[in-house]
């Protein structure tokens, strides 16, 4: 009983941590951010705060990487079906299960998400996002999803184009106040990245 007392203390604080990393963000953006501005914020003292991160640079590192692993787990597993879905003759109607899910994500972990993406926040972050993309689809495995003899066009633009595309549509939904639900932007983001940007626009039938 102890320990899971323990656990779920641990677990509140680093809520209470992150919670104050973000709303700080918004205030006076990171890089003016201090520890004590976090531990004020999260109303706990610097030796906790210290228990768990370094800085607060390593505090925003462990935040990006649970976002990243999340999508991970979200997105590696769908890779078979969707290599199966699109390998079919038709063209898919319905947004990929994942792409909801994976909206569904960013929709829990909005207030963190709106923030490091803001100016306000880790102008890196994109960067990361971008060699997170590049090493998700081009993983050198059986399962990667788009493999580099198919490509008809370098792997490295191809990454920045898609990742810079979704990143931008991934901001206005935030910035908007996420009026429209996951289902809604997995299906906005579906018909973009599978019939292409003409398509959209109804350049192209």
């Known amino acids: 009983m102890r320990d ?24 006076k953006g990171f890089e003016a951010i ?37 999508m991970f787990n979200i997105v590696k597993p769908s890779f078979p079906d969707v290599i199966a879905e699109l390998g079919t ?5 319905k947004p990929f299960t994942f792409i909801v899910s994976i909206f569904e994500y ?30 998700t689809l081009f993983e050198n495995n059986p399962n990667s999803l788009i493999k580099q003899e198919n490509l008809l066009v370098p792997g490295q633009y191809l990454t920045s184009y898609i990742a810079s595309a979704h990143i931008g549509v991934i901001q206005q939904w935030l910035n908007s106040g996420r009026k429209e639900s996951p289902q809604e932007m997995a ?10 940007p003409f398509f959209a626009a109804g350049l192209k039938k």
């Open 4 to 27: 899971k007392n323990m656990d779920l203390r641990v677990i509140r604080t680093k809520d209470a941590i992150r919670n104050a990393l973000v709303e700080l963000m918004e205030e």
């Open 34 to 70: 201090t520890v004590k501005d976090i531990t004020n914020k999260a109303k706990i003292n610097r030796g906790t705060f210290y228990a768990h991160y370094q800085d607060k640079f390593d505090l925003m590192t462990k935040c990006q990487e649970e976002i990243m692993q999340g």
């Open 89 to 93: 003759n038709s063209t898919p109607v």
């Open 106 to 135: 960013l929709d829990e972990n909005s207030g963190f998400m709106k923030a490091v993406l803001s100016p306000k926040g880790d102008l890196s972050f994109q960067t990361k996002l971008k060699d997170f993309m590049w090493k």
């Open 187 to 196: 299906q906005i983001l579906s018909t973009i990245t599978i019939n292409g």
